[in-house]
């Protein structure tokens, strides 16, 4: 069976895999004082971090219409496909997958649509997977099977360098909001089952990196591996730095290093640094 694939734009895949592999992202919208973007598209990450800070009106973020996966539905069917899989990021954070979800209706069964629990490469390495599973010759069922195992062994965490705009977002759970009582601090966050956790709060940019490191270093040997920065690149780098020179465990001979898509950045803020990994 021929199966293509659809995403969406917070899977923070590299467009040179996305051309590869000829996945289909939909972007999501980002609305800066009223005026809407695609994702990706008129306002690059660099100078959006660069102008967040100033910004008076505080940019907000929307759903793509259903026609917009229903159009890379018929697409991937025009081309050849059997069954479409689309694998979107955690419904707690965004509607996204309930729209690709309603979309997918008219296709009857040949469309799956799978929420992947995640955001940026959680998702990403998600969609990577089911790509490699369909050319080892997998069928969906053991396709489904693959990413239940790979989402066991994930962890995506950040340290982020203020609580402002995660405030802002509304997507804050009490107990995060509640590290917003003590002075100044900077969260560690991760992303698991779709929800938000607290790890801890730093009074520094360095302490943060100190922690990811840590975690990197608990989790053992990697199968993958993302940093993940809100322009931030300088310590992304510094941190993948500290990992190879004090590594003891297997690392992924590829590294990503990605600057967070701004529909994520939004509800984050700059001058963030995270990873997402999968364990060996």
């Given at each position: 069976?021929?199966?293509?694939?659809?995403?969406?734009?917070?899977?923070?895949?590299?467009?040179?895999?996305v051309q590869t592999h000829g996945i289909e992202v939909v972007p999501a919208v980002l609305v800066v004082d009223g005026v809407s973007y695609a994702?990706?598209?008129?306002?690059?990450?660099?100078?959006?971090?660069?102008?967040?800070?100033?910004?008076?009106?505080?940019?907000?973020?929307?759903?793509?219409?259903?026609?917009?996966?229903?159009?890379?539905?018929?697409?991937?069917?025009?081309?050849?496909?059997?069954h479409v899989l689309a694998i979107h990021a955690a419904h707690q954070l965004t509607n996204i997958v309930n729209t690709s979800r309603l979309a997918a209706e008219s296709f009857g069964e040949r469309v799956t649509v799978?929420?992947?629990?995640?955001?940026?490469?959680?998702?990403?390495?998600?969609?990577?997977a089911?790509?490699?599973?369909?050319?080892?010759?997998?069928?969906?069922p053991e396709i489904l099977a693959t990413l239940d195992s790979l989402r066991s062994r994930l962890q995506v965490v950040a340290a982020l360098d203020t609580m402002?705009?995660?405030?802002r977002s509304g997507r804050i759970p009490g107990t995060v909001a509640a590290l917003g009582g003590l002075l100044r601090v900077k969260p560690v966050v991760e992303l698991r089952d779709g929800e938000v956790k607290p790890l801890g709060a730093v009074r520094t940019t360095r302490q943060g990196g100190t922690r990811l490191l840590g975690a990197l270093q608990a989790m053992g040997s990697l199968e993958r591996?993302?940093?993940?920065?809100?322009?931030?690149?300088?310590?992304a780098k510094e941190l993948i730095r500290e990992l190879m020179a004090g590594a003891s465990q297997s690392v992924?001979?590829?590294?990503?290093?990605?600057?967070?898509?701004t529909v994520i950045g939004t509800h984050v803020g700059p001058n963030g640094l995270g990873f997402a990994a999968i364990r060996g």
């Open positions: 069976m021929k199966i293509g694939f659809v995403t969406d734009s917070t899977s923070d895949l590299p467009e040179g895999l994702d990706g598209e008129g306002l690059t990450r660099e100078t959006f971090y660069t102008r967040l800070p100033h910004m008076k009106n505080p940019p907000s973020t929307a759903t793509p219409s259903t026609g917009e996966f229903a159009e890379r539905f018929e697409k991937l069917f025009a081309a050849g496909c059997e799978l929420d992947s629990g995640s955001l940026t490469l959680g998702l990403g390495f998600q969609v990577l089911a790509v490699e599973a369909v050319a080892q010759g997998l069928r969906l402002e705009y995660l405030k591996l993302a940093i993940l920065h809100t322009n931030a690149e300088a310590r992924p001979r590829e590294v990503m290093i990605v600057n967070v898509t």
